[in-house]
């Protein structure tokens, strides 16, 4: 766009020239010409809320021209000013696409001798259309002119930032992005792509015991790793979207330096804040490439003038977005906060030194820091290594547990025995107020392929008339499934036991575990084995529960 341009149009038409110098003069006290072209003008206030578009109908093009412009229009409230015909303008506005953002578009017309045949009185040009009509009406084109320069030059300014930004080439971005979905390839071919806990445990993820007793590299794996297809798409999203322009304003140093301090934070927020059994997600570090995008735009002086309205917008729905996102079942609020907070005070009092401010954005590349190279080649060492230690040193390339190895252990406080796996630890027994129940497990779910639960309950002998009553009895309490869980087996007596009478019964959860009960009866006690699984243990689990049981023994007799 060149004012002479615009001039030269204007002066062979004063009616759209009048009407072209209301949309620029009335509709703000500054403005910022976007578009001037043959029989249109378009101009919006600095913080983008009021826009005027000026059209002339006779050209055929026009429409094209206009729809080109509404397709990229990011301006709240909009009058639209038609000059001609009343059908052929109706027309016109029923062929308009919305704008991309959508704004409210409030359409007025003019016929060429300059009488309005609309009623639209609302809308930013609205009621001003009447005085930019008036015959008598003063209109100061220098003023005018000025605007048109200032609008040239920042439009140039535009152009120029944009000609810099988009001309490098983010490889930091396109390198995590390859990392992550890498990595969520490996979860695929291990455990699908809705891995278990115990799988995201193995291959790395953020689990605070763990953590605590000094695998401190799962602070840096579990931010490669997803909780399923769904997670993995929205967090990649917001990396290229979010990560390109940060890192192009940044530089590649700075922004690997900002994106792995962002991870660590979210991760030690997310092992210290959190109740949760695993944590696992690029969102600590993408939370802190979030809150960069806000300091960028809110704190004075970083992006040119023209650009500030628009960054402001979008840092705010992409804020709204995530905020929301955070207070959803199962999101780790936590590692956004750690990063988001690491992140703006990062790049406000650290990664910003340097970084040209203002209208020098548009032409100037931000000074390197002192040792940012060095400190940037460590942050490579410390996501790769990170990435790599989490499924070898987790135990995912372990091989899949085969059928148990028993050995023979003490239920505490009875006098009573059973055959456990000898790999499952045993966990303090909890007894019960009147004694006549121990309960006591052994593994753990998050690291063991099982975890086994015994319960010993002590009873009078069973009466041999009585003993199909309660078993009738233990059926019925295991037709019912677990809360969160479907029946797979449904409850059945056993008669090919080795004690009096037993019955089992088989139940999956929604995180696909697997639940084996198994109840005996023997002389004087009633043993009860549960067992929980994940899918890929199914070869160490199915039938530990009936051995469990089958392999009671009282000591004491």
């Known amino acids: 766009m060149d004012s002479r341009d615009v001039d030269a149009q204007l002066e062979n038409a004063p009616l759209f020239r009048r009407l072209a110098y209301s949309a620029v003069m009335d509709l703000a006290d500054d403005t910022l010409v976007v578009a001037a072209v043959e029989d249109l003008v378009a101009a919006r206030d600095m913080d983008g809320k009021l826009g005027a578009i000026v059209v002339r109908l006779g050209d055929p093009s026009l429409a094209e021209r206009l729809g080109k412009l509404l397709r990229v229009w990011q301006v709240g409230a909009t009058s639209i000013v038609v000059i001609g015909d009343e059908e052929v303008a109706e027309a016109l506005k029923s062929d308009a696409p919305p704008p991309i953002r959508r704004g409210r578009l409030i359409w007025h017309g003019v016929s060429e001798d300059g009488a309005r045949w609309d009623d639209a009185r609302k809308g930013p040009l609205g009621a001003k259309l009447d005085d930019a009509l008036a015959p008598g009406r003063a209109l100061d084109w220098e003023s005018f002119e000025d605007r048109l320069r200032r609008s040239v030059a920042r439009n140039t300014e ?84 979010l990560g390109r322009f940060v890192e192009r304003l940044l530089g590649p140093a700075r922004f690997l330096v900002l994106y792995t301090a962002c991870a660590l934070a979210g991760s030690l927020a997310s092992t210290f804040l959190m109740d949760a059994a695993v944590s696992v997600g690029a969102s600590g570090a993408l939370w802190g490439i979030l809150a960069a995008e806000a300091v960028f735009a809110f704190a004075p002086g970083f992006l040119p003038p023209p650009m500030v309205a628009l960054a402001r917008r979008t840092a705010l729905i992409n804020l709204g977005l995530n905020v929301a996102a955070s207070f959803r079942p199962h999101v ?122 015994v319960a010993i309950i002590s009873v009078p002998p069973i009466p041999d008339d009585t003993l199909d009553l309660e078993i009738a009895s233990i059926l019925e309490a295991l037709g019912e499934a677990p809360p969160n869980s479907t029946v797979t087996e449904g409850a059945r007596r056993r008669d090919d036991t080795s004690l009096r009478a037993a019955a089992s019964a088989s139940y999956r959860y929604e995180s696909d575990a697997r639940h084996d009960v ?40």
């Not at 080439?169 to 891995?195: E, I, K, R, S």
């Not at 040209?356 to 002192?370: S, V």
Request: aromatic share 8%; with cysteine; charged share 15%.
């Open 158 to 241: 535009q152009r120029a930032f944009a000609q810099r930004l988009y001309g490098t080439t983010p490889v930091v971005t396109y390198a995590l992005l390859t990392a992550n979905l890498m990595m969520f390839g490996l979860q695929a071919a291990l455990g699908g792509f809705d891995p278990s806990v115990r799988l995201l445990i193995r291959l790395g993820g953020i689990e605070p015991h763990s953590i605590l007793n000094g695998e401190v590299w799962r602070l840096v794996s579990g931010a490669f790793l997803h909780g399923g297809v769904m997670h993995l798409g929205f967090n990649m999203m917001v990396l290229v979207i």
């Open 332 to 453: 780790d609020w936590a590692a956004h906060a750690g990063g988001g907070l690491v992140g703006a005070l990062l790049l406000y009092f650290v990664l910003s030194r340097g970084v040209p401010r203002g209208d020098r954005i548009a032409h100037d590349r931000p000074t390197p820091l002192p040792g940012q190279n060095i400190v940037a080649g460590l942050c490579v060492a410390l996501l790769v290594g990170g990435a790599i230690a989490g499924p070898v040193l987790g135990g995912a390339f372990e091989p899949a547990p085969t059928a148990p190895i028993y050995e023979r252990v003490v239920i505490d406080g009875t006098t009573a025995t059973v055959q456990v796996p000898s790999s499952l630890a045993p966990q303090p027994a909890e007894v019960g107020d009147d004694s006549l129940r121990v309960d006591q497990s052994f593994g753990d779910l998050l690291h063991d392929p099982a975890s086994v639960g």
């Open 518 to 557: 198994y109840i005996g009866i023997a002389e004087r006690a009633l043993i009860r084995v549960d067992v929980i699984s994940w899918p890929d243990g199914d070869a160490f689990a199915v039938g530990l529960a009936r051995h469990v049981v089958e392999s009671y023994r009282d000591g004491a007799r």
